[in-house]
């Protein structure tokens, strides 16, 4: 039914940058809060950033602390597109990153209804 779509990922060395994009059917119209999410090789999927959007805005932005600072989330309504700037890239940024739509605005994987396939980001020298 839905469908998300995840463009970006790759190799890059520590203090590198990546752009991730996610497309999707009515993005900011459909859903109250759009973001990503990234599972590490061994660990559980976490929250990375999130939009909060109402009627096609967005409204704020929030980040998990481990990010904060380094990486910036953003979007195109007419494009129906969201983008994850990440910047001065580490190691332990290395996973498997993953958009996600649904209704809750929070970092918990638990408020996302839909999600994309997956897009590997690996940094390292």
């Known amino acids: 039914q839905v469908q998300l779509v995840e463009s970006g990922g790759g190799l890059v060395q520590p203090g590198g940058s990546l752009r991730l994009s996610c497309a999707a059917s009515?993005?900011?119209?459909?859903?109250?809060?759009i973001g990503w999410f990234r599972q590490a090789p061994g660990k559980e999927r976490e929250g990375v950033s999130y939009?909060?959007?109402?009627?096609?805005?967005?409204?704020?932005?929030d980040y998990a602390d481990s990010v904060r600072g380094r990486f910036a989330i953003s979007g195109d309504s007419a494009k129906s597109t969201i983008y994850l700037q990440m910047n001065n890239l580490k190691p332990e940024d290395t996973a498997v990153y993953y958009c996600a739509a649904g209704y809750r605005n929070t970092l918990r994987e638990d408020g996302y209804e839909y999600w994309g396939q997956g897009t590997q980001v690996t940094v390292s020298s």
């Open positions: 939009m909060a959007t109402t009627d096609g805005r967005t409204y704020y932005a």
């Open positions: 009515e993005f900011f119209l459909n859903y109250n809060s």
